[in-house]
């Protein structure tokens, strides 16, 4: 007599997971051209070029990294027992904390070039400058820095070493740690990521504030990190490496949460473009009023259509938010759109007055973002060989397997 197939068989135990020799070899590719485009900006005196392109590709690999720990915090703390058989993938991203973190403060080797207030001379002609040194100084931007570095990198280290463990010891107990552990880092993070979004991107113009732009940087995070997540996870069901552990359901969960952090973004984002426009204040509206000239404005209106409309358009059918050949590439378009967003972040403030930056095609700030990309790529797949393919022992590993 034949008995029906066990409704709640374990599939069988994947490998360990790693990247392919296709990725692996645009990362090491990555690396020489952004290596490569570094050098000759320094080699032919293009300072300005060089120091903001090594800020746009510092400080895009570090957002990807610390949502690693932002994702497993939120789900953890929404009990998001689907999301298990995945958690691979972020646990490996926060692998490029430290060696991400040592690259972005070397960004303060570059300070003369990038930041105006970093000049005692320009400090003491200017009132406001002046009036912010009290905060806005070398030493608190080494220091605060660090500190928040060091803060991301001691969560990741002790809720991926939670994780790690489980895998050998079981039981909950883990678990409960770690839903501790995030309810504290969500905390931290929030105060975190302000001062350093502050002292790297905002303060390239001081005397522009903005009561929004912290929180536009987290949804730039929450959005590029959920969409390389949706990128791994899809690009692993497609090769067959996690079939039985991640299926169509698991895929449209996770591409409804890059949905709705495109929605997310949008909403910020015109959240602040509305309250400077309606304020219409000269300290705040300078930062639009700059992206409007010098040949900004069309690089400013693509960044819309690149970062929301596209990505909302496409995304909208369910088919496309379960089906990997269709969630991929909408999640690269979201991930090149951070990058373009940064290069608006960044490229128009390295100027001042009459010697306002204009704007150019970013072949060189493209190339060294794909140079650091490639560097969190290879220490990203260092870290998925590590260590099992799934947690094994996760109290919650069942309803994962059988969610719906």
Known sequence: MRHAPDAHAVPPVPARLHLSTLVRGLAVAGVAGGGAALAWAFSQGHAGLAWSSYLIGAFFTLGLAVFGVAWMSMLYLSNADWSVTMRRVPEAMTAWLLPGGVLTLLVGAGAGVLYHWSHPSAVAQDALLAHKAPFLNMTLF??????????????????????????????????????????????VFALTISVVSFYLLLSLEAHWFSTMFAVLVFTDVVQTGTAFVAIAVGLLMMSGRLEGWVNENHLHSLGKMVFAATGFWAYIYFCQFLLIWYANIPEETVYFLRRADNGWLPYFLILPALKFVLPFLLLLPRDAKREPYRLVPVSLLVVFAQFWELYLMVGPALGHGEHAAAAHVPVVELLVTAGFLGLFLLVFGWDLRRHEAVPLKDPALESSLHYH
Do not use: C, I, P
Request: glycine share 6%; aromatic share 8%.
């Open 142 to 187: 080494f220091a605060l820095n660090a500190a928040s570095l060091a803060a991301w990198l001691a969560f990741a280290v002790a809720m991926t070493g939670a994780s790690r463990r489980q895998d050998r010891e079981g039981g909950v107990a883990l678990t409960r740690k770690n839903r501790a552990l995030s309810a504290a880092f969500l905390v």
